[in-house]
């Protein structure tokens, strides 16, 4: 009996596995066509802002002496950086629909690969209804109340222990990002005292190292988003965090718009401090959660234990 009782308890692991993972399929999916709409968006208004600068630049020579002033040259510098701001934010959109694409892939791959726990389930429940009622042992009830328990813990601590690991990588990003910005705050103080070109081009290294970084970062959140969302659903744990498109958004809009103004990276730098600080927060809440199901998980095991060795 107790090795049915293990594979009961294992099929039912697997079920809420399963049933986990379909969550998590379909709010990826729902994230991905959500951005495949903001990606269409972002690459319509791109276009329009590169005939906008066509236009510009098909002005001849001599209309371009007699047209372009003062504001009109302000004008061009103006509609080549939109250009250069529409390209990113489409670029972004592009490249975060494809890495969804491969995480939608991963999720159906191992949503296969358990199978259809479900009917395994069904039918080692009534084999072993069947055999408690043959054996008239009155503790059988109580013993798969127990094992139903310890599945759905062990279900959460699962799901508890992937938002972690999201949860920690997406802080450690968002320290790459934080310590990218920290330089490009240095060179860009040297930049605005006459540093010269190579203190230029540091500096924009170094933005360009933490965007990298903040993008590695929006990746890991938007896994964070979506756990603590299933465990906020099904499992009515109180654990929130802004979505994953809300950082890189703001670093779009806050940075690529004006690359290398100074005060914008420090904005930036206080938003990606005030993500990480606040993605380890809910890690640590999720570690102290983690701990009372261990707990519950380790009391339960041994009433198992106990009534298994009186049957």
Do not use: C
Not at 20 to 45: D, M
Not at 174 to 181: I, K, P, R, T, Y
Request: overall charge negative; proline content about 0%.
């Amino acid at each position: 009996m107790n090795n049915l009782h293990e594979q009961l308890m294992e099929a039912k692991k697997r079920y809420l596995q399963q049933e986990r993972l379909k969550r998590e399929l379909n709010h990826l999916s729902n994230e991905q066509h959500e951005l495949q709409r903001k990606e269409q968006q972002f690459l319509h208004t791109l276009q329009q802002e590169k005939e906008d600068v066509e236009k510009l630049e098909r002005i001849s020579l001599t209309n371009m002496f007699a047209t372009l002033t003062g504001n009109n040259l302000e004008r061009m510098e103006a509609e080549k950086r939109e250009v250069v701001e529409a390209r990113l934010k489409w670029r972004e959109a592009y490249d975060s629909i494809q890495e969804m694409e491969q995480d939608l892939q991963v999720l159906k791959g191992r949503i296969d690969q358990l199978g259809d726990p479900s009917d395994e389930y069904e039918r080692l429940l009534r084999q072993k209804k069947a055999y408690l009622i043959e054996k008239g042992q009155l503790e059988g009830q109580r013993l798969i109340e127990v094992a139903e328990r310890r599945s759905e813990v062990q279900a959460e601590l699962d799901e508890i222990d992937e938002a972690i690991v999201a949860g920690k990588q997406a802080v450690s990003a968002l320290d790459q990002a934080s310590s990218s910005l920290d330089s490009a705050e240095n060179w860009g103080a040297l930049d605005m005292l006459g540093g010269g070109l190579l203190t230029t081009a540091v500096k924009h290294s170094r933005v360009d190292d933490a965007n990298t970084a903040v993008h590695s970062a929006q990746r890991h959140l938007r896994k964070f988003a979506r756990e603590l969302e299933d465990l906020g659903t099904h499992y009515n744990h109180n654990l929130e965090i802004s979505g994953g498109l809300t950082l890189a958004d703001f670093f779009l809009d806050g940075l690529i718009v004006d690359w290398f103004v100074q005060n914008r990276i420090l904005t930036s730098h206080e938003e990606v401090r005030k993500m990480r600080n606040k993605t380890h927060a809910v890690t640590i809440d999720l570690d102290s959660l983690r701990e009372k199901f261990v707990a519950e998980q380790k009391k339960l095991e041994e009433e198992q234990r106990l009534i298994l060795e009186s049957s």
